[in-house]
């Protein structure tokens, strides 16, 4: 009996978990990943068409492959691999979204034949491995650096603004922005952080409308009474409650015999709200800027000592306020000789389309500057906010690292030679595996060529004798009027 029960299948699993395994497993992570791959390679290039998304009440129309599989819930574990793939894509480069997760879904797509042709997967993965690094070495010397020459690296930038807006809704406009994105990136004198440069929707007007502002632009109103403009600004920018002025009865419990003992408590709060503003005003400020609601009183006591008051200064606001106006935020205000303040040459308010904002200028942080888009639609703002994003990341990736490759299929094409050639040297079933990653890397401008409505195996079979006639700057023409030119690390 005690033998019987040890043959007795026993499970390991938690109640309700599942098992795949081999074939069925090797199956189910094909398809999911390769319908990841079909879901978005129709909005890959120039001629790439928009997806409207709809969540609730909600509608997002965007070409961008990181938006999409964002918004997008995926149960398929591979499936969710390239999503991940794309998120990590546009945090590192910003662009190239949707050609990392078509050219991941491409070669599973060939992975999946060539399992059916009973080549071992550590065969295939031995394959690519070296493919991988020949084509990184092809890459590699095909890419041009003119950093040295400040004018032809200028025109390398707005060649790659307008490769990365190509297949934006700013296309129409492309010279436009990729101008005013060169013209913002140029001004982080070499930084990657983008947090200097903000970006302002409003609604109304046109794209061609959208300008840069060399100020930093905040969209919040002045105290009542309270100065409009303010010169050589001392600025304290803190993160403290200053609306416990009166009594939350709501909120609190209190006995008393007469409401003069109300008037009392209420007089007490007053009593310590002033000292509060007194200690702030300790600090030799002319301008106060709060996270937090400033309400009635303490808003009239800065009034009265002349003092600009800012409140509900949103968190991500007041933290690149603080960054661009070389200040802390602050929450106790005892030692004013330990607080660090902001500064700027003047503070104003302007008018933007129908609202009134307040911009900042002359900051510590001389590189601050805001875009203000202008567009029909919040749609349109929206998108046209992560196209010129997308082009903002990839210039300052750019001017870190210089070196450029041409685009439009030329890189692919370029690769997929190298590692032909390779696989030709190579004997055994590694030859194969080569072989497919070549193939795969091909059907990134196939696709570009179909999302435009040409004949890619025509296309693509001039490419490939284009280059074998060591033509390594050919690419495909749907990209008119511009130089296709990419960044080397995208």
């Known amino acids: 009996m005690a033998a019987d029960a040890r043959l007795q299948p026993v499970s390991i699993f938690k109640s309700g978990a599942g098992e795949e395994k081999a074939e069925t497993a090797r199956t189910s992570s094909f398809v999911g990943a390769i319908a990841i791959g079909d879901l978005v390679k129709s909005t890959l290039g120039p001629k790439g068409m928009d997806k409207i998304l709809v969540s609730g009440s909600s509608v997002t129309v965007t070409n961008d492959g990181a938006t999409i599989l964002k918004s997008i819930g995926v149960d398929n574990p591979a499936a969710k691999l390239l999503v991940e793939i794309s998120k990590v894509q546009d945090d590192e480069v910003g662009d190239g979204t949707t050609s990392v997760t078509v050219f991941a879904a491409e070669l599973l797509r060939e992975a999946e034949q060539l399992i059916a042709q009973k080549i071992h997967p550590q065969t295939i993965i031995a394959g690519w491995r070296k493919a991988v690094v020949v084509a990184r070495d092809a890459l590699t010397a095909a890419a041009s650096d003119n950093s040295a020459d400040s004018e032809k690296f200028g025109q390398d930038l707005l060649n790659i603004a307008q490769t990365t807006l190509s297949s934006k809704i700013l296309h129409q406009h492309r010279d436009f922005f990729s101008q005013l994105a060169v013209n913002a990136v140029m001004r982080l004198k070499g930084s990657t952080s983008l947090e200097a440069i903000k970006v302002l929707k409003k609604l109304g007007g046109s794209l061609s409308e959208s300008y ?56 007490a709060e007053k009593e310590k709200m002033k000292r509060k503003v007194e200690k702030i005003l300790s600090h030799d400020i002319n301008v106060f800027i709060n996270r937090q609601l400033i309400y009635n009183y303490p808003e009239q006591l800065f009034a009265d000592r002349g003092v600009m008051a800012i409140e509900h200064a949103d968190f991500e606001g007041i933290e690149r306020l603080a960054l661009v106006l070389g200040g802390e935020i602050v929450s106790t205000f005892d030692h004013p000789e330990l607080v660090k303040l902001g500064k700027c040459d003047l503070i104003e308010e302007v008018m933007i389309a129908e609202d009134k904002l307040l911009r900042f200028s002359g900051v510590a942080l001389g590189e601050a500057c805001t875009v203000v888009l202008r567009g029909a639609t919040q749609q349109i703002l929206d998108e046209a906010e992560r196209s010129l994003h997308d082009a903002l990341c990839v210039l300052s990736q750019t001017v870190r690292e210089s070196r450029i490759v041409y685009g439009g299929g030329c890189s692919e094409v370029l690769m997929a030679n190298a590692v032909r050639q390779l696989a030709t040297k190579t004997p055994g079933k590694e030859s194969v595996a080569m072989e497919a990653f070549a193939r795969a890397l091909c059907q990134l401008p196939a696709i570009i060529a179909d999302n435009a409505g040409y004949d890619s195996a025509e296309l693509v079979a001039q490419l490939r004798a284009a280059h074998m006639d060591q033509t390594s700057f050919a690419g495909l023409g749907t990209v008119t009027h511009i130089q296709v030119i990419e960044l080397l690390m995208s």
């Open 212 to 267: 840069l502002d060399e100020g930093f632009l905040l969209e919040k109103k002045i105290g009542v009474n309270q100065p409009k403009r303010v010169e050589n600004a001392r600025i304290l920018i803190a993160n403290t409650p200053m609306d416990t002025d009166k009594i939350k009865v709501f909120g609190s419990r209190v006995r008393v015999d007469s409401t003069a003992k109300v008037a009392e408590l209420e007089q």
